[in-house]
């Protein structure tokens, strides 16, 4: 019997990473789907790309949509091209993906649709307006896929990172000293969790942080 296969768009960095040894110490076939592999924002590439990798490995079971960009400026000296790459990394590579997946997994009713968010994700903050933008419209391209295809037996989650991840370009930049962060392995675990989820109840939105978190 084939292993069921979990590709990872946004394979590259400590996240992508932690999702491929999770899934695979778990019995699933990985693949990875790099920004040097294809552009994301670019639809005909992705459905490329994505195609060449069923006709190779079968089937996607579970998408682990990780792809962001992260742009951090005062808004006034926000260039469009930041902007426009947060969108092109959340909203239009997320729905690109899906798109090339779904028809595999309607097919046989079943399969997990998951979605990397941010603190981003909920709340715009100063100089994270481009970032705020990009993930704010994953969140709800999120919640729409949700209920479109849960009826249809295609588990679609959006999982909120509020917080800085160990080893991440982020925690490097942002978190001094000994500040708690989150780790990898750890986030990676709750993906694997929400695949394995019973449609008798499903979780739509995880929120996940340190137990030192300030609220």
Request: some cysteine.
């Amino acid at each position: 019997m084939s292993r069921p296969l979990a590709l990872v768009a946004g394979a590259g960095g400590v996240l992508g990473g932690s999702l491929a040894r999770q899934f695979s110490g778990s019995g699933y076939e990985v693949v990875g789907l790099r920004r040097a592999d294809c552009d994301l924002a670019d639809g005909d590439a992705v459905a490329q790309a994505i195609a060449a990798l069923i006709e190779r490995h079968g089937p996607v079971d579970t998408l682990l949509y990780n792809a962001g960009h992260l742009a951090v400026a005062p808004f006034l000296e926000l260039e469009a091209s930041a902007l426009r790459e947060c969108l092109e990394a959340g909203p239009v590579g997320a729905a690109h993906c899906a798109r090339a997946v779904l028809p595999g997994m309607l097919a046989v009713g079943r399969g997990n649709l998951l979605f990397t968010g941010a603190t981003a994700s909920l709340r715009g903050s100063a100089r994270f307006a481009a970032m705020a933008t990009g993930k704010f419209a994953l969140r709800g391209l999120v919640q729409s896929l949700a209920r479109e295809f849960h009826p249809q037996g295609i588990h679609v989650a959006h999982v909120v990172l509020d917080g800085m991840l160990r080893g991440s370009v982020a925690a490097s930049r942002y978190v001094a000293g000994e500040a708690p962060v989150m780790t990898p392995d750890g986030v990676a675990a709750n993906f694997l969790w929400l695949a394995q989820q019973a449609p008798f109840a499903w979780t739509q939105e995880l929120d996940l942080r340190t137990a030192w978190e300030k609220f």
